[in-house]
């Protein structure tokens, strides 16, 4: 079976991306200096014999010119630096494989586990406390929105909380398998009502770079960013 090092197709295309932009900084450097030669040519070609460019003006353009030249090689140290940052959170991102992480989402499911299929399980999922909270209710609900199960939470700190469900309703009784949603409700302790997100969780499958930056699969076409993570599992 052929396998694919997913660290290594990583860093070629974080290389090459850093590889691309600097390319097109030296495109447009050396652009700019022919438009400015070909302007300064035609200046001296067409100038007043009787009043001449006199050499400060000559010499505040092409001070102009080194100066658009020392922002494209600072650009060009930045793109390195990035690109050596982009390529050690590669790194460190393909040790994620394999592990389950939480994330921003209310979309949890419920079926027989994969091991023993007499046991029934939801997806892991938690809660991302912005400030503490006294009370906290998180309802699960049905496709349809109706409520099956109401858990509640008190004293909960800043900070992330993973929260579990057998898979019964509030009578005890065990709901169907299939998807469900999370609702979070967190109030402190005047009763004002605090931030708190849902989180659900997935399993990283592979570290792609992409346009937008370092994305972890999870599968199912879902892709995350590594600053979308809350916990790893």
Same mark, same amino acid.
């Given at each position: 079976m052929a396998t694919t090092d997913t660290s290594?197709?990583?860093v070629n295309n974080s290389g090459a991306a850093m590889r691309l932009a600097?390319?097109?900084?030296e495109a447009i450097l050396k652009e700019t200096?022919?438009?400015? =030669?070909?302007? =300064?040519v035609t200046q001296l070609q067409n100038q007043d014999p009787l009043n001449p460019m006199d050499n400060d003006q000559i010499t505040s353009q092409m001070a102009q010119l080194s100066t658009v030249n020392g922002i494209n090689q600072l650009n060009n140290t930045m793109l390195a630096l990035s690109g050596q940052i982009d390529i050690g959170q590669s790194m460190q991102a393909t040790? =994620?494989?394999g592990r389950n992480v939480l994330i921003?989402?209310?979309s949890i499911k419920l079926g027989s586990n994969s091991e023993d299929p007499s046991l029934r399980e939801a997806t892991p999922f938690g809660i991302d406390f912005m400030a503490p909270a006294a009370n906290t209710t998180v309802q699960i609900t049905d496709t349809s929105g109706k409520v099956v199960r109401t858990i509640e939470l008190t004293d909960q700190k800043v900070g992330v909380v993973s929260v579990t469900w057998d898979g019964n309703n509030d009578l005890g009784e065990a709901v169907p398998d299939g998807g469900y949603v999370v609702k979070v409700k967190a109030v402190d302790a005047d009763g004002k009502e605090v931030l708190a997100e849902a =989180?659900?969780?997935g399993g990283v499958r592979s570290v792609?770079?992409?346009a937008d930056g370092l994305k972890l699969d999870l599968g199912m076409g879902?892709?995350?960013?590594l600053f979308d993570i809350r916990k790893i599992m």
């Open positions: 290594n197709t990583v600097a390319a097109q900084n200096q022919d438009r400015f =030669l070909k302007l =300064l040790s =994620l494989i921003p989402g209310t =989180l659900t969780s792609v770079y992409t879902k892709q995350v960013s």
